[in-house]
């Protein structure tokens, strides 16, 4: 079995519940449970730290569904292969360019999604 984890850096929001909101309508477009976790990111003003787990049954076509539920989020992501631990890492950063998918994503300064072997 593998579990996906996503992180996320936020910015520009002043409110928890904007993060919150944040949160729901990314785990909706990943058609994930609501599991996350919020703490404030006290690296940058008005900025959250949302954490996103999902496991998910072991499929043949893991590393191309890693691809394709972050490209629901934005495209431009960096991609990392660990062959021995045969898991990925795919990192984007709003220093790149990046096309979100969702008008509500504008505000993801960085992100993080990572698969492991449970």
Excluded at 32 to 37: A, E, M, Q, S, V
Excluded at 107 to 117: C, D, L
Aim: net charge neutral; with cysteine.
């Amino acid at each position: 079995m593998k579990k996906y984890q996503l992180t996320i850096i936020t910015e520009n929001q002043k409110q928890p519940e904007k993060a919150t909101k944040l949160a729901k309508i990314i785990c909706d477009t990943l058609n994930w449970g609501h599991n996350f976790h919020i703490t404030k990111y006290d690296k940058f003003e008005h900025s959250y730290k949302i954490e996103i787990t999902e496991n998910i049954s072991k499929t043949d076509n893991w590393v191309l569904e890693a691809i394709d539920l972050t490209d629901k989020i934005c495209n431009g992501w960096i991609v990392f292969f660990d062959r021995e631990q045969n898991d990925i890492e795919l990192i984007c950063s709003n220093d790149r360019i990046l096309q979100y998918r969702n008008v509500n994503f504008n505000v993801i300064r960085w992100a993080r999604f990572i698969t492991q072997t449970v």
